[in-house]
């Protein structure tokens, strides 16, 4: 009997889009799937890949405002033309020799190529999009009319989209899936605080700086921290920027704060998550949902406007966490949380009741429900 194909396509605009695939991918691989997770901005003109990644992420770091400019005036459902740069020969002839049984798409891009090769009958193929923040632009759901399910994460984005005209079951409301490492509820704190030299019955402050490849605008709120020399481990992780790494290093020896930690990229992130006591924050989608997943408070220090400011809004308005609005409610903010640790356990509590332990196994399901629907017609 011939493996199921599963292509997992993704564009790497921003971090999340690229671990949910991967971890839908390595799901699937366990469980004996024949599966391709593909970046399509590989397939593009390398120019126009280079052009376009940067650009996101200078205006999304450092131009906020115009980002929600761009997010707002493109929420509307239409086929944007930028989606045809996507579609090339390179990556046409991958897909076809692929044939895969079903797509489970984490971008909005490749959701639309695949809706083109459908509709235009070039490939015979189920079609899923996973939604990978807290609010569904319209951009996301172009492809209705051909895709047999979309993805999010809550029952809120489901009714949302339910008065966008989508068919209720069309719309799971299974998360974000993340890597099944974030499942492990049994690792050892004493022996991860071991590990890294910290000692017992020291709260646990956990900075990241702004997903893998770190932000500059994380600096400024992780100074404040440093001199405030809170009676607290500081565990900063910078991702792949080295001059955010090189400046925290500074920071540590200029405030002569030992209990500031500061680490690069790390592949151990639940293990950072488990002996926190909250996390000091940008509010990415991928990073809110590990957060979730690990009952971790969140202490939301900036976003990059669109989205983010979505899935902000969802953990403020849900009591998961805080947003700060100045370096001054900053200071407050830390000092207030870590006078009464009540504040923090009761967060977590919130968190507990809201998070889904199953999406992966969900969309296994979901796999094998769409494709058995073809076997009965």
């Known amino acids: 009997m011939s493996k199921i194909k599963v292509l997992i396509p993704y564009a790497s605009y921003g971090s999340g889009h690229k671990t ?27 120019v126009f890949e280079k052009i376009t990644t940067n650009l996101f992420e200078k205006i999304t770091f450092k131009l906020p405002f115009l980002w929600e400019i761009i997010y707002k005036s493109t929420d509307f459902n239409s086929q944007s033309f930028f989606h045809k740069l996507y579609n090339n020969r390179r990556l046409q002839k991958l897909i076809f020799d692929f044939n895969p049984d079903i ?11 695949i809706a083109d090769y459908i509709t235009n009958g070039l490939l015979s193929t189920k079609l899923v999009t996973i939604v990978t923040d807290y609010e569904t632009h319209a ?9 047999n399910a979309i993805v999010v994460n809550t029952p809120y984005e489901k009714k949302e989209l ?3 005209g989508l068919k209720s079951s069309k719309i799971k409301t299974f998360g974000i899936p ?14 991860i605080k071991k590990k890294l030299n910290l000692k017992e019955n020291i709260p646990i ?18 100074k404040k921290l440093v001199q405030m020399h809170p009676y607290a481990y500081i565990l900063f992780i910078s991702g792949t920027n080295k001059k955010v ?44 949902t590990e ?41 407050l903010t830390i000092k207030h949380f870590l006078e009464h640790p009540e504040i923090i356990k009761r967060y977590a509590k919130n968190i507990s009741h809201a998070h889904n332990d199953n999406a992966l196994i969900e969309i296994e399901k979901l796999i094998q429900e769409l494709l058995n629907k073809d076997k009965k017609a």
């Open 291 to 331: 957060c979730l997943h690990m009952n971790k408070p969140m202490l939301l220090i900036t976003y990059n406007a669109g989205q983010e400011r979505a899935n902000y809004k969802y953990i403020v308005r849900n009591n998961f966490g805080k947003k700060v609005y100045s370096l001054f409610h900053f200071r």
């Open 205 to 222: 402050i956990l900075f990241l700086s702004g997903g893998s490849s770190g932000s500059k605008n994380s600096l400024k709120y992780l």
């Open 139 to 147: 951009q996301w759901i172009t492809n209705r009319r051909v895709e």
């Open 103 to 113: 797509v489970i798409s984490t971008h909005f891009f490749p959701s639309r190529i």
């Open 20 to 46: 949910t695939a991967q971890s839908i991918a390595k799901h699937l691989e366990q469980k004996d799937y024949d599966v391709l997770c593909v970046d399509v901005l590989k397939y593009i003109n390398p």
């Open 245 to 288: 790494y090189n400046k925290a290093i500074k920071y540590q020896k200029k405030y002569h704060n030992d209990f500031l930690k500061v680490y690069g990229f790390v592949n151990n992130m639940p293990e950072f998550l488990a002996i926190s006591d909250f996390v000091i924050t940008k509010p990415g989608g991928a990073t809110v």
């Open 178 to 191: 993340i890597s099944e490492k974030f499942y492990n509820n049994k690792l050892n704190h004493s022996q």
């Open 162 to 164: 339910q008065k966008k």
